[in-house]
């Protein structure tokens, strides 16, 4: 079991066999209370932050965050959806950027895995990720659709980009950086080709699917991963 921290959620992440690929699924609980060390204590009495009210927070924001979009949503109105003071909210998140990367974050995680265990070759990592990638349902699909005009926002607002590439952005790229360094490791890709990219295609395909009104699911993966990604990572350097 590992617990891994994003901002304010704390996510256990447990391990379970799966036979197909030789792969490990991994699934993943909200745990929102802390460990005591890692728990803030606030005001002169040094009274712990609770944080059981944070799932309600984060609801209420991605809540809002459909219905109005980022630039008419404010904290006043995450406070009023979540029955909680503004300060609840302050005390917890320094702006209202930082509180909506975390909702989008939480939910992301909840939804898709954070890690890829090596299976011990590039085709088997690449149909792990695929069987990891979730066949979102419609509500999913929906809530999905408040990401384009996360985006648009973005870039009126540099608060808000910097905390999606950091936060959201960073972990599929990382992830399917992983993957490809194990490959280069493994001798399956050559030293010289050049991945940088490969990521943000991934990405950015996933991007456009949303823009289309569509989830990037378990299909949408497959057909990106096996007839875009592998061909390009395998290819002759001098091709």
Not at 16 to 26: D, E, I, M, S
Not at 191 to 214: C, H, K, N, W, Y
Request: aromatic share 4%; charged share 25%.
């Amino acid at each position: 079991m590992q617990i891994r921290s994003i901002s304010t959620i704390h996510l256990v992440i447990f391990r379970r066999p799966q036979l197909q690929y030789g792969t490990v699924l991994y699934y993943i609980t909200m745990n929102t209370r802390p460990p005591p060390e890692q728990q803030r204590r606030i005001g002169a009495g040094g009274r712990q932050l609770d944080r059981s009210r944070d799932p309600a927070i984060l609801k209420a924001a991605l809540e809002g965050l459909a219905e109005l979009g980022y630039d008419r949503l404010s904290m006043d109105e995450i406070a009023a959806r979540a029955h909680a003071g503004k300060g609840a909210l302050y005390r917890r998140w320094p702006s209202k950027a930082a509180l909506i990367v975390d909702a989008v974050v939480a939910w992301r995680a909840e939804r898709a895995p954070l890690e890829i265990p090596d299976t011990g070759s590039l085709t088997g990592d690449l149909e792990a990720m695929i069987a990891a990638t979730p066949d979102f349902d419609e509500a999913a699909t929906q809530q999905m659709s408040m990401f384009a005009g996360l985006i648009t926002a973005a870039s009126r607002d540099p608060e808000l980009r910097e905390a999606l590439c950091d936060n959201v952005l960073a972990v599929p790229r990382r992830i399917i950086s992983d993957v490809l360094e194990r490959a280069v490791a493994r001798g399956e890709i050559s030293t010289e080709r050049d991945l940088e990219l490969i990521p943000d295609i991934v990405i950015g395909l996933s991007l456009m699917r949303i823009l289309q009104g569509a989830s990037p699911d378990r299909e949408h993966a497959r057909r990106v991963l096996r007839t875009i990604v592998y061909p390009l990572v395998i290819a002759r350097s001098d091709a």
